[in-house]
Each structure stands twice: as C-alpha cells, then as structure tokens.
C-alpha cells in the first residue's frame, strides 16, 4: 500500500504540474494575443498604477514618445515625462483615482518635439471590489480633425461674408436704380410733354411723323425705365403682370415704328400681318413689347 499511495501521489503531481503548464502556456498566448491587439489599435494605451507607476503600454505609446517599454513600465509618471509635465497631469490624475473619468483634449509634441499636435486623452478608473487600482489611458491624434474643423469654419465665414456682400450689394443697387430711375424720368416726361406741346402746334406732315416717332421712343424709353424699377420689385417678390384688355395692332405699330429705321437700313422691309389673331388681348402690354422689341433688335 505505500508504495502504491507513493506511486498515485506522483501521478497526481504529475498532473497538477501538466495542467499548471497548460495553463500557463494558455495564459502567455492570451497575453501575446492581447498585447497584439493593443499593439494594432491606432491610438495610444497605457495603464498606471495607483502609486503612478506603469504598467502597460502598447506599440503606439512607446512611438508617441520616443521610448522602448523598458523604459517606460515600471517607471513612475514624475520620473517618465519630468516634474513640469508631472505637475500638469497631477490634477485629472487625482481626479481619475477618485474615481472620475476624465475626457480633455491636450496640445502635445512628437517625441522629436518639432511639431505640435491635438491628442484626445480619456482617463478611465480601473475598479475591483469597488477600489479605484488604477487607470486606462486612451489617448488619440485629431489634429487632422481639428484641422478639417478650423478650415470649414473659414469656409463657412466666408461664404457667410461673401453672402452678407450680396445682400449689402442688393440693397445698394435697387437703391442706385430707384434713384437713377426717378432721375430720368422727369427729364424723360419733359420730353414728352414738349414733344405734345409740337405735335399740337405743327401741321407739318414730316415734322408731325419725325415729332410721333420722338413721342413713341419716348414712351418706349419710359417703360424701359419702369422696367428698371421693375428688377428691384423681382428681388423683392412683388412684381405683378398687368391684367388688361388692349388692342394688338397699335402696340404692334409703336414696336414696329421704333425699329424701322434700323431696318430700312439693313435693306429689310417690316410687315405686320395679324389677321389670324385676335384684335384685343388681355395681358401686360408693356412688357410684351418690351420682349416683342428685343426679338426684333436681336
């Protein structure tokens, strides 16, 4: 019996010993794999101690600052980045240890310190058993972030400042219009008044035909002008088309008489053929021949 009880305690050993290597050997590849995926993940990863000391950190921290894991686990937070920097982190450290996280953004340098970047820093509380044992540390580059951010905001202002321009120079030109529309229409109505005034003196038949062309491109250069008017009430919104009878053949002539000239001396001859269309049309006579006269001008 002893030598049997001696023979099944060394089994029992033997197998203890297995399974603590298989545990082990199960322990090391968790690690290795764990330890692989924080190495891969673009942003930095550390853990500290309660005593501010490392302990843990994967490959985008060590190449953040310049430093192999040597030289950081086990290394106090004070002795890693030097009393200043120390002294500028004690105050979210204390707050994480007592159990806040902490979420900041933070203008660091490369380890080389030539250039400035923004990192996105998170500080969270490892807890067990309801103790605060220490801390995550998730840190991230978003200066390309920020970057993009500064530049669409100087879009955005420019295009608000190119669009408070437009409307500046919106209001400053249907002023200018209404101001040189009245402008002219007073000398314009002069014209016309005196234009009635020969028109009613002369019996003249080639001075009454010339003085009839002058009262029709006066009147034609009146509507151009409330026209102009016109453009201002567009932007505005309330321009309204008249709605009134009138009759075609004489809006046709007036249109007619004020491009003839210009015909004849191209060698063209104008002809006014409206028998298939009504005599009377309801409309805005006005700004039908105003289209009717650019056709014919074109």
């Known amino acids: 019996f002893p030598y049997t009880t001696l023979f099944r305690s060394e089994e029992i050993v033997a197998e203890r010993s297995a399974d603590l290597q298989r545990s082990n050997l199960a322990l090391a590849e968790t690690e290795t794999f764990l330890r692989m995926v924080?190495?891969?993940i673009p942003g930095r990863i550390a853990y500290w101690h309660r005593d501010m000391t490392c302990g843990f950190v994967n490959r985008v921290y060590c190449e953040w600052f310049g430093r192999t894991r040597e030289e950081l686990v086990g290394r106090t937070m004070e002795a890693i980045f030097g009393p200043e920097r120390f002294a500028e982190?004690?105050?979210?450290v204390a707050a994480v240890l007592a159990g806040e996280a902490q979420h900041f953004e933070r203008q660091e340098?490369?380890?080389d310190g030539s250039q400035s970047h923004t990192s996105l820093v998170h500080y969270i509380p490892d807890r067990q058993d309801g103790q605060v044992r220490g801390f995550f540390v998730l840190a991230s580059d978003i200066s390309e972030m920020k970057n993009s951010e500064l530049r669409l905001r100087l879009v955005?202002?420019?295009l608000t400042d190119a669009r408070n321009q437009a409307e500046a120079a919106t209001v400053a030109k249907s002023a200018f219009l209404a101001n040189m529309s009245h402008e002219i229409r007073t000398p314009m109505n002069a014209i016309i008044?005196?234009?009635?005034l020969l028109l009613r003196d002369t019996q003249e038949p080639a001075q009454r035909a010339r003085l009839g062309k002058v009262t029709?491109?006066?009147?034609?250069?009146?509507?151009?002008?409330n026209d102009i008017l016109d453009l201002s009430k567009i932007e505005a919104g309330r321009l309204k088309l008249e709605a009134i009878d009138f009759a075609l053949d004489p809006m046709l002539m007036q249109v007619c008489a004020l491009v003839a000239e210009a015909a004849r001396a191209k060698g063209l001859e104008l002809v006014i053929d409206t028998d298939d269309l009504p005599r009377m049309l309801r409309g805005d006579s006005a700004?039908?021949?105003?289209?009717?006269?650019?056709?014919?001008?074109s």
Do not use: Y
């Open 38 to 40: 924080a190495d891969n």
């Open 89 to 92: 982190r004690e105050p979210r």
């Open 109 to 111: 340098n490369n380890a």
């Open 156 to 158: 955005n202002q420019a």
């Open 193 to 196: 008044g005196m234009t009635h």
């Open 216 to 225: 029709d491109a006066a009147h034609h250069l009146l509507g151009v002008i």
């Open 287 to 297: 700004r039908l021949s105003q289209a009717l006269l650019n056709l014919l001008r």
